[in-house]
């Protein structure tokens, strides 16, 4: 079993940054892709930054230059740094570690979620 922890949400102003991370467990993080998801009520959960075993990453139109998807495989840990935030980027975001490749999503674990608020 695998275990998400995401950390370093919170309430910050327009214009200004946060990190969030997530820490996972177990002994597959260096060989699983990982994804920051966010989801706002009554919307659809989507995709913002993802970053693969190989650290090929893809990034979201509407957080392109802003945000950067990173992992440190020695610390089992993805980050998402978040810069120029906007009141749009306020949200739950959530940490995924997907399913390996060809397996579709059977195996994908979710963290719990921390929320961001950006004020304006």
């Known amino acids: 079993q695998v275990q998400l922890v995401e950390s370093g949400g919170g309430l910050v102003q327009a214009g200004g940054s946060l990190r969030l991370s997530c820490a996972a467990s177990?002994?597959?993080?260096?060989?699983?892709?990982m994804g920051w998801y966010r989801q706002t009520p009554g919307n659809q959960r989507e995709l913002v930054a993802s970053?693969?075993?190989?650290?090929?990453?893809t990034y979201a139109g509407s957080v392109k230059g802003r945000f950067t998807i990173s992992r440190d495989n020695a610390k089992n840990t993805v980050y998402l740094q978040m810069n120029s935030l906007k009141p749009e980027d306020t949200a739950v975001y959530y940490c995924?570690?997907?399913?390996?490749?060809?397996?579709?999503?059977?195996?994908?674990?979710w963290g719990q979620g921390t929320q961001v608020t950006v004020s304006s």
């Open positions: 995924k570690m997907a399913s390996p490749v060809g397996l579709g999503g059977k195996y994908d674990y």
């Open positions: 177990g002994s597959i993080f260096s060989i699983r892709a």
């Open positions: 970053i693969t075993a190989s650290g090929t990453t």
